[in-house]
């Protein structure tokens, strides 16, 4: 071991220090003696700032940062589920609309028309499917002419309302 004689702190608070001059310095004999000085001090040191920004040691500041990054991982699960979440709704909605706009034999011309006429009378009380009913009664323009069947009830040919009218005209 190293015979240390070297004066490296003094006794007391730094504020002391400055206020009395005259106090001698600490003369520390061992290495071991300056070894327990400074981690004295370092230990010191350490307890006041975990005081000073709120926890008592360095195991719950651990705890505290492991809790942060489960938190992490959740926010990243959670927000990859939203994004999943948000898709299947966005393809719920478009399968929900080609159900009824096909349901209710709408034409392409017409589909966003109808779909916003229905979606607006949706309420707690009233489906999509029912306010889609009450529009395709009301404004019957929406759906594609029905066919008719010309020739008897053993099949014939089916004519739609149009073609029908055309036919007749010809006659």
């Known amino acids: 071991m190293l015979d240390l004689n070297i004066q490296l702190f003094a006794e007391g608070d730094e504020n002391e220090q400055g206020s009395n001059p005259t106090t001698p310095f600490k003369a520390f004999a061992t290495e071991d003696e300056y070894n327990k000085f400074t981690q004295s001090i ?4 350490k307890g ?6 709120g926890y008592k040691s360095v195991s719950e500041i651990k705890e505290n940062l492991g809790k942060v990054k489960e938190y992490e991982g959740f926010k990243t699960n959670y927000t990859e589920l939203e994004g999943n979440f948000n898709t299947l709704k966005s393809e ?19 589909k966003n028309e109808f779909l916003t006429l229905a979606k607006a009378g949706v309420k707690e009380d009233v489906t ?30 089916q004519m739609t309302e149009q073609e029908k009218i055309k ?4 006659l």
């Open 128 to 157: 999509l499917l029912q306010s889609a009913e009450s529009v395709a009664k009301k404004f019957s323009t929406f759906q594609g002419t029905t066919p008719i069947k010309i020739g008897g009830a053993g099949g014939g040919t």
């Open 42 to 45: 370092s230990s010191k040191a």
């Open 92 to 110: 719920h909605e478009k399968i929900v609309d080609e159900l009824v706009t096909t349901k209710y034999g709408v034409t392409d011309d017409f």
């Open 167 to 170: 036919h007749l005209r010809k």
């Open 48 to 53: 006041e700032i975990l005081n000073e920004i």
